[in-house]
């Protein structure tokens, strides 16, 4: 009877030591969020677009295999006929 109550104990130490593992995981989780939330509030990297000069968001950019980049898909045509 005595192994048993100790198995028990055993069992709940070891799952509250796996809870305890897991706890910071979520913590950094919630870290990763709040810093995304920041990361929207900095100021995006502006390009400035090889067809017609205008600057333009990074996450807009159409991006050439050469590294040109464009406002739009238009203007990467424009710049690169036939492609
Ligand atoms: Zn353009």
Same mark, same amino acid.
């Given at each position: $009877? !005595?192994?048993?109550?100790?198995?028990?104990?055993?069992?709940?130490?070891?799952?509250?030591? $796996?809870?305890? !593992? !897991? &706890? #910071?995981?979520?913590?950094? =989780? =919630?870290?990763?969020?709040?810093?995304?939330?920041?990361?929207?509030? !900095?100021?995006?990297? $502006?390009?400035?677009?090889? %067809?017609? =000069? /205008?600057?333009? #968001?990074?996450?807009? &950019?159409? /991006?050439?295999?050469? =590294? %040109?980049?464009?406002?739009?898909?238009?203007? %990467?045509?424009?710049?690169? #006929?036939?492609?």
């Amino acid at each position: $009877m !005595k192994l048993l109550i100790w198995l028990v104990i055993v069992a709940l130490v070891v799952a509250w030591i $796996m809870r305890s !593992k !897991k &706890a #910071p995981v979520q913590n950094e =989780g =919630g870290i990763r969020q709040s810093q995304d939330v920041g990361g929207h509030l !900095k100021p995006e990297a $502006m390009l400035q677009c090889a %067809r017609c =000069g /205008t600057y333009f #968001p990074a996450s807009e &950019a159409v /991006t050439l295999a050469s =590294g %040109r980049v464009f406002c739009s898909e238009e203007h %990467r045509r424009q710049a690169v #006929p036939g492609d």
